[in-house]
């Protein structure tokens, strides 16, 4: 027996796909600037808090890192409401996402920090700056920097692992391939749509963070 492909049902559910891809843009923008700015936060107070807030970041990054973002997704969302804090699909995701990039980028920014030059403190102590303004306008560019790759390959992965949030109901791409192939029973090209777009949001997000990294740190590029 001969499979035949079809594609002809591009035509009639493209708002569909098209959907689904701008929610996944969206999460990936929410999850990102978001879980970044949370990232710096907790690399800041695990390596300048006071001892118990240093406890609580260090518990938070080894829950998340330990444990399967599936199962974070489902915690917020079916878990939460036992609390009484009832969330939408798409604000469970977000927050998910948030939450779970927030973790790695604490860990990745921290080695940034630490991999600075102890001169770089120094100078900003001997110009009278506070620990948190050293921090700032001292070491956290010139950290950035140095862990930018890094940074920009875990987003991406996030951005990947967003397909998962199809499980509670948010509607992004991969709903968007499910929904498809249940209507059609094209599972193959459905699939396999998704998965060039997949692909195509990677490449584009990577290079985009390349570009926004020569943006933000031009003297890299002149290295």
Same mark, same amino acid.
């Given at each position: 027996?001969?499979?035949?492909?079809?594609?002809?049902?591009?035509?009639?559910?493209?708002?569909?796909?098209? !959907?689904?891809?701008?929610?996944?843009?969206?999460?990936?923008? +929410?999850?990102?600037?978001?879980?970044?700015?949370?990232?710096?936060?907790?690399?800041?107070? !695990?390596?300048?808090?006071?001892?118990?807030?240093?406890?609580?970041? =260090?518990?938070?990054?080894?829950?998340?890192?330990?444990?399967?973002?599936?199962?974070?997704?489902?915690?917020?969302?079916?878990?939460?409401?036992?609390?009484?804090?009832?969330?939408?699909?798409? /604000?469970?995701?977000?927050?998910?996402?948030?939450?779970? %990039? =927030?973790?790695?980028?604490?860990?990745?920014?921290?080695?940034?920090?630490?991999?600075?030059?102890?001169?770089?403190?120094?100078?900003?102590?001997?110009?009278?700056?506070?620990?948190? /303004?050293?921090?700032?306008?001292? +070491? %956290?560019?010139?950290?950035?920097?140095?862990?930018?790759?890094?940074?920009?390959?875990?987003?991406?992965?996030?951005?990947?692992?967003?397909? +998962?949030?199809?499980?509670?109901?948010?509607?992004?791409?991969?709903?968007?391939?499910?929904?498809?192939?249940?209507?059609?029973?094209?599972?193959? /090209?459905?699939?396999?749509?998704?998965?060039?777009?997949?692909?195509?949001?990677?490449?584009?997000?990577?290079?985009?963070?390349? =570009?926004?990294?020569?943006?933000?740190?031009?003297?890299?590029?002149?290295?």
């Amino acid at each position: 027996m001969t499979y035949t492909f079809n594609f002809d049902w591009i035509a009639q559910y493209w708002p569909v796909i098209v !959907k689904g891809i701008l929610i996944t843009l969206e999460l990936t923008f +929410v999850g990102g600037v978001v879980g970044i700015l949370l990232g710096i936060l907790c690399a800041f107070v !695990k390596l300048y808090g006071a001892a118990p807030l240093r406890f609580v970041v =260090g518990a938070y990054v080894e829950l998340i890192r330990n444990t399967p973002f599936l199962v974070q997704l489902f915690f917020i969302f079916f878990g939460l409401p036992a609390l009484g804090v009832r969330l939408g699909e798409l /604000e469970a995701a977000n927050i998910a996402m948030v939450v779970n %990039l =927030g973790a790695y980028a604490c860990e990745i920014i921290r080695a940034g920090i630490q991999a600075t030059p102890k001169g770089q403190f120094e100078a900003g102590v001997s110009l009278a700056m506070t620990r948190l /303004e050293t921090f700032r306008h001292v +070491v %956290l560019v010139p950290s950035l920097q140095r862990i930018w790759p890094a940074l920009s390959s875990q987003l991406v992965i996030v951005m990947l692992g967003s397909a +998962v949030v199809s499980q509670i109901a948010a509607e992004d791409l991969t709903y968007a391939a499910n929904f498809i192939q249940s209507r059609t029973f094209r599972a193959f /090209e459905a699939y396999f749509v998704s998965t060039l777009i997949y692909l195509v949001l990677a490449i584009v997000l990577r290079q985009a963070m390349a =570009g926004l990294g020569v943006l933000i740190f031009p003297r890299r590029s002149s290295r």
